[in-house]
């Protein structure tokens, strides 16, 4: 465990270096600061674009955080050479990765949780405005249960991210970092839409039996990446349920344990 | 060529043991890159290895095999007794990289702190250890300096700081003076020196030849992954040459000719004249009439050759690839 604290320690305050994510950071926090502006888009649906905007921008902004860090982690090490006097000391490959991906998400974690604060702050200044009572005197929305709902979905991007990062970093072990970037992009954007493969690969859509394997296939393996997407319980005011909370967390937990032991099996024996 | 080992290794400790150890890189399109070609070497402890050959010659990937940052393709390794399969032997070396890069947002003291952790070092002991090392790389007075701000010898010392903070008893030293001034590469000798007398083994890896020849006890020279010789340094140097040479400045060809018989062989170097004589009664007898004839003298004994001069004997002066090429 010590030398995973200290690897993570390291890559943390490096990752804090990196200008080009501080650049999306402060584009991040921008965009969200002033994502109130956007309601007046849509009149009459302002509340919808407050939240769209702002965990949309949080979601978006902290994948972009989590693969541009995730894939340059170990690259870099190696490119730097910083590595070698790492595992030439008693480090093993498997506490290397652990610490890097640790020390990365620390630093995703940070870096959303900023953009979270800074949400929450214009939420809790601007969503009372749009719960106005409508014509026939009921509220636009209802908010008995939205503060605590968008905290649970800034939560829920943690998570998300926690397995984009596990992703972005193992997938930089096996390929060159572009590729390991495009990868993720990749298995991020189709898991956003694996429900919809599912269904797809449903006999009653009437796909040919190969097409349904192929589909099939891709909704067993692809992770689930929908399952951290809650917005639309908040616009409902349906309360997100700790048990929900609770599977998602088992759900990353067991996505990231898979992708880190793939990846260890590759960077044990990669040469440095 | 080879310079048989003489003594027995069985009952010599040995730190680093290799077998037939062969490293072959994949470069693609069926194309294979050797990097080290069935190298079997034994360094005993407590002395000062050197591996020396020109750039390409396989030394780093020689380290990086020994470190296990890269993996044999057959063949095998010990070091310290330990097979490279077992991450104990870390815990008792150290390893300064050539070139080193660290953590830019660290400065020294932080640096070796978190070196240092990684050995479950910690206490006000391990805080004068810190300083103690500090000031043997002459960076205690630069100490808040963050490495961003190194320059490439300041880089080169913390590294030797760091490669030292767990008292190892085996060091990898990868070019160790590269990029430091005349003064800093004479301090660094001086500590690698001071590791031999307290009994550490230092495994050497440098291209710069006049600063291996004054402290390494034994020397493998390695081109294109091959070794091509090794031994220790009084056998390299002494070769096989029987002759003895008297150097001398100052003196006129009339002299030299008076000096009779016993020359062997005439050498005019560009301010002075090297002669060589093949019995030690004839050198020292014309170094005497020499110094008697107002010549200046500068050397009188065996004809010892420089460690420029056994690799060059052994390499060649001709440059050439880094490492052969061959289809699979």
């Not at chain 2, 091959?226 to 400045?249: C, F, H, N, P, W």
Request: net charge negative; aromatic share 12%.
């Amino acid at each position: 465990m010590r030398a995973v604290y200290r690897v993570a320690k390291a890559t943390y305050h490096e990752g804090w270096r990196r200008r080009f994510l501080n650049g999306i950071l402060v584009f991040a926090i921008l965009i969200i600061g002033s994502s109130w502006v956007f309601t007046y888009l849509q009149p009459g649906a302002e509340l919808k674009m407050l939240i769209d905007v702002g965990l949309g921008s949080i979601r978006f902004f902290g994948m972009l955080i989590a693969v541009f860090l995730g894939v340059r982690l170990i690259p870099d090490e190696i490119e730097k050479r910083t590595i070698y006097t790492l595992l030439s000391k008693p480090v093993s490959r498997g506490q290397f990765l652990a610490g890097k991906f640790f020390g990365g998400l620390a630093t995703v974690i940070s870096n959303v949780a900023l953009m979270g604060i800074t949400f929450y702050v214009v939420f809790a200044i601007k969503a009372p405005q749009f719960a106005i009572p409508t014509e026939e005197g009921a509220p636009q929305y209802s908010m008995e249960f939205m503060y605590a709902n968008v905290a649970k979905a800034i939560l829920m991007s943690f998570l998300e991210l926690a397995v984009v990062m596990g992703l972005a970093v193992v997938a930089s072990v096996v390929f060159s970092w572009i590729l390991a970037a495009i990868f993720t992009f990749f298995v991020y954007f189709v898991g956003q839409m694996s429900e919809f493969f599912g269904h797809l690969a449903d006999p009653e859509t009437g796909a040919s039996p190969a097409a349904r394997v192929i589909l099939g296939t891709i909704y067993r393996i692809m992770p689930h990446f929908e399952i951290f997407d809650v917005r639309e319980p908040i616009l409902t005011d349906v309360p997100i349920v700790w048990g929900y909370m609770g599977r998602t967390f088992g759900m990353a937990l067991i996505y990231i344990g898979i992708v880190l032991a793939l990846g260890y099996l590759f960077f044990n024996r990669r040469e440095v | 060529m080879f310079v048989s080992h003489t003594r027995e290794v069985a009952n010599i400790a040995l730190a680093i043991r290799t077998e037939h150890l062969t490293k072959i890189y994949d470069v693609g399109w069926g194309r294979q890159n050797v990097g080290i070609d069935n190298l079997t070497l034994e360094v005993e402890e407590g002395q000062i290895f050197g591996l020396v050959g020109p750039n390409g010659s396989g030394k780093t990937t020689t380290l990086k095999l020994l470190l296990g940052l890269i993996f044999p393709t057959s063949g095998n390794a010990e070091v310290l007794g330990m097979s490279l399969d077992s991450a104990a032997y870390k815990s008792r070396i150290g390893y300064l990289p050539e070139g080193p890069y660290f953590y830019e947002h660290l400065n020294a003291p932080e640096l070796l702190r978190m070196y240092g952790s990684l050995f479950g070092l910690r206490g006000p002991d391990f805080e004068k250890r810190i300083q103690e090392l500090l000031e043997l790389v002459d960076m205690w007075d630069r100490r808040e300096y963050r490495v961003a701000n190194y320059s490439r010898g300041m880089r080169q010392r913390v590294g030797v700081a760091q490669a030292l903070i767990n008292e190892p008893d085996l060091l990898f030293f990868d070019e160790p003076t590269a990029g430091l001034d005349p003064i800093g590469a004479k301090h660094i000798r001086e500590v690698i020196l001071e590791l031999r007398e307290r009994g550490k083994t230092v495994f050497l890896c440098s291209h710069l030849l006049k600063e291996m020849e004054p402290i390494c006890d034994n020397i493998a020279i390695l081109e294109r992954g091959k070794l091509i010789t090794r031994g220790s340094v009084d056998e390299l140097l002494a070769g096989d040459v029987t002759q003895y040479r008297v150097e001398a400045r100052d003196l006129d060809d009339e002299i030299i000719e008076q000096l009779g018989d016993g020359v062997a062989e005439i050498i005019r170097l560009d301010d002075s004249c090297r002669i060589l004589f093949d019995s030690r009664e004839d050198a020292f007898e014309a170094a005497t009439r020499l110094e008697d004839a107002g010549a200046y003298l500068m050397t009188v004994g065996p004809d010892r050759r420089t460690l420029e001069e056994v690799f060059i004997d052994a390499v060649g002066e001709e440059p050439k690839d880094a490492s052969s090429v061959q289809g699979s």
